[in-house]
């Protein structure tokens, strides 16, 4: 897919308030939640690390990592394992 910059710039906003909402609403309704965006952010963007170099959108090693230890972590604090 092919997008200018501004349109890039728009649907990166557009999921970052979706997952924002999402971590909110969580929240608020003492849901369970494995929140690896959060954590994954430096400032306002992702931090580099975490994303892949080749595509620039899914999850680098790194990223992947981070992800599975935050969903443990959430599974185990929730008690939601044996």
């Given at each position: 897919m092919h997008f200018t910059a501004l349109e890039k710039i728009e649907k990166t906003n557009t999921i970052k308030l979706?997952?924002?909402?999402?971590?909110?609403?969580a929240k608020n309704n003492n849901l369970p939640l494995a929140d690896a965006f959060s954590s994954s952010l430096f400032g306002e963007n992702g931090a580099i690390e975490y994303i892949?170099?080749?595509?620039?959108?899914?999850?680098?090693?790194?990223?992947t990592e981070l992800f599975c230890d935050t969903l443990a972590k959430s599974l185990k604090d929730n008690g939601l394992t044996n």
């Amino acid at each position: 897919m092919h997008f200018t910059a501004l349109e890039k710039i728009e649907k990166t906003n557009t999921i970052k308030l979706y997952l924002q909402n999402l971590i909110n609403f969580a929240k608020n309704n003492n849901l369970p939640l494995a929140d690896a965006f959060s954590s994954s952010l430096f400032g306002e963007n992702g931090a580099i690390e975490y994303i892949d170099s080749v595509d620039n959108l899914h999850p680098s090693n790194l990223g992947t990592e981070l992800f599975c230890d935050t969903l443990a972590k959430s599974l185990k604090d929730n008690g939601l394992t044996n």
